[in-house]
């Protein structure tokens, strides 16, 4: 096929770059480019107005063209185009290529399974050799590890470490039978990990509704010095009142009263299911507080304390409780008058004000601690002994039905005279590690069952748990009692409320 130079050259500058408007057959660059195998994608426009001019010249001959037609380095960087042709068809951009390079080559076969692994949880697992047909192997190396926060321990043929990246993720596992001289190629198998996410990082944190009546703060502590010990308190809204935007239901309040130098200690946990149960754990501790030290029950304070000073403890404690009965009744009744007229001002029932009930009354007298004890529904009040079992101040109110539990609102509590004195616990002891009320995020969560909470070593590893989280080895801080109430325990999500005195 015999084609005119020229006017080959006129077309593809034509075609490539709309220099010239002489009238041309544009099937001239499909000729050229059949009759010299050249693909159409290759011409350089630039480089053949270059070509144009040397072949013009007489300095290079049309023997050379094909050559001249496939060089494709410029000089310098040409300017980037003024617009981009969408219709254009475009192969996979090499920066692909680029990327597929640096990840893990998938080698045909099966994939070896090791085991789950957990984000942020320490991991160590073998790889089953045996179990896939690598019998007497030595790996040599496992590409991937470092990128999830793992190792491989050549000693031990384990992968550790506290994995980071969360998914399905491929390994490359480079090695070699045993048998084999050093000189022998690799061998490759890929390993398949999968990493659970952290559950803690799938809980999200959301703010209630600004315009809620009843508003509380997602946190509280507090700290005082009576006698010669502590007083720290901390309480936590829970992960699932946080993700369904909901106000912590829990509360506590801790007084010191001046004049009789007894300390009272009151904390509630509001009922999940009472819409208002926020205010009714509110309701009861300010109340109970502020009745307790009230003029008459002083006088009943005063006349236990006369009792337990000059008298054996263990033959009076029936009149002992007797003063406390009148204490505490009567601090619960007027805290249950106090709900209904909450109930009465916000269109509302006594029920949805719903909240358990934790008093302690403590003082200490001839050089000996007194401490009085008051219950109602889950949670926990326990003395904590140095090598004797807890004193547990109170039984859990576990209903008929799994997770049930029983409400100092319920007016069947109020009225069984029986009951309410029976639900009064006393110790009197030398000395004790720590006084504890606690709501049922930290009791379920630490004891699981009610037995355990009569078990002194479940009450040593909460101790140990809890002192871990304190800078001092002598006393508690509430800020840090605070923080540690975000401890992690699955299925365990509620309101956390704890008093310390220790």
């Not at 077309?11 to 000729?31: Q, R, T």
């Not at 043929?157 to 998914?167: E, K």
């Not at 616990?425 to 969560?445: H, N, P, R, W």
Request: with cysteine.
């Amino acid at each position: 096929m015999n084609i005119d130079l020229k006017q080959y050259i006129i077309s593809v500058l034509h075609f490539e770059m709309n220099l010239l408007s002489e009238e041309i057959n544009g099937d001239a660059v499909d000729l050229l480019c059949s009759e010299y195998s050249i693909d159409k994608k290759d011409l350089s426009a630039e480089n053949i107005k270059k070509r144009y001019t040397e072949i013009a010249s007489g300095q290079i001959s049309s023997s050379t063209l094909q050559e001249s037609i496939m060089e494709t380095e410029t000089e310098k960087l040409p300017e980037p185009p003024s617009e981009i042709s969408l219709k254009v068809d475009v192969e996979k951009p090499k920066a692909i290529d680029k990327v597929e390079a640096t990840m893990v080559k998938n080698v045909p076969g099966k994939a070896i399974v090791i085991p789950n692994a957990k984000v942020n949880e320490i991991y160590s697992a073998s790889i089953p050799l045996m179990e896939n047909g690598l019998n007497g192997i030595i790996i040599k190396k496992i590409e991937g590890l470092d990128t999830l926060g793992l190792k491989f321990n050549f000693e031990t043929n384990q992968i550790s470490g506290f994995p980071v990246i969360s998914g399905e993720h491929l390994l490359s596992m480079e090695y070699k039978h045993a048998t084999e001289s050093e000189n022998r190629p690799s061998l490759f198998r890929n390993l398949s990990i999968y990493i659970n996410p952290d559950p803690r990082s799938l809980w999200t944190e959301h703010e209630p509704d600004p315009n809620s009546i009843f508003p509380k703060s997602h946190t509280a502590n507090s700290e005082f010095t009576y006698q010669d010990k502590k007083v720290v308190g901390a309480s936590k809204r829970g992960r699932s009142h946080a993700k369904d935007a909901k106000f912590r239901d829990d509360h506590y309040e801790i007084a010191i009263d001046n004049v009789s130098d007894w300390m009272l200690i009151a904390v509630s946990d509001g009922a999940g299911s009472a819409k208002y149960s926020r205010e009714g754990s509110k309701i009861f501790c300010q109340t109970i507080l502020s009745e307790v030290f009230s003029t008459d029950n002083r006088k009943h304070l005063e006349s236990a304390e006369n009792i337990i000073e000059t008298e054996d403890f263990d033959s009076k404690e029936r009149e002992i409780k007797n003063h406390f009965y009148y204490v505490i009744g009567n601090s619960i009744i007027k805290g249950f008058r106090e709900v209904e007229e909450a109930a009465k001002l916000n269109n509302a029932v006594v029920k949805d004000f719903a909240c358990t009930i934790l008093v302690s009354l403590v003082k200490k007298i001839n050089g000996k601690w007194f401490i009085a004890g008051f219950w109602v529904g889950d949670g926990g009040i326990g003395v904590y002994l140095e090598d004797k079992d807890p004193i547990i101040l109170g039984n859990p109110d576990s209903g008929e039905f799994s997770g049930q539990t029983r409400f100092i609102t319920m007016p069947e509590i109020l009225n069984n005279a029986e009951d309410l004195f029976n639900r009064i616990k006393m110790a009197y002891v030398q000395e004790f590690k720590a006084l504890a009320l606690m709501t049922d995020g930290i009791s379920d969560a630490w004891f699981h069952t009610d037995s355990n909470l009569f078990k002194k070593e479940k009450w040593d590893e909460l101790w140990l748990e809890m002192k871990k989280s304190q800078a001092s080895d002598f006393e508690f801080s509430s800020i840090e009692l605070l923080e540690w109430l975000d401890f992690w325990v699955k299925g365990e999500y509620d309101d956390r409320t704890i008093v310390l005195l220790s």
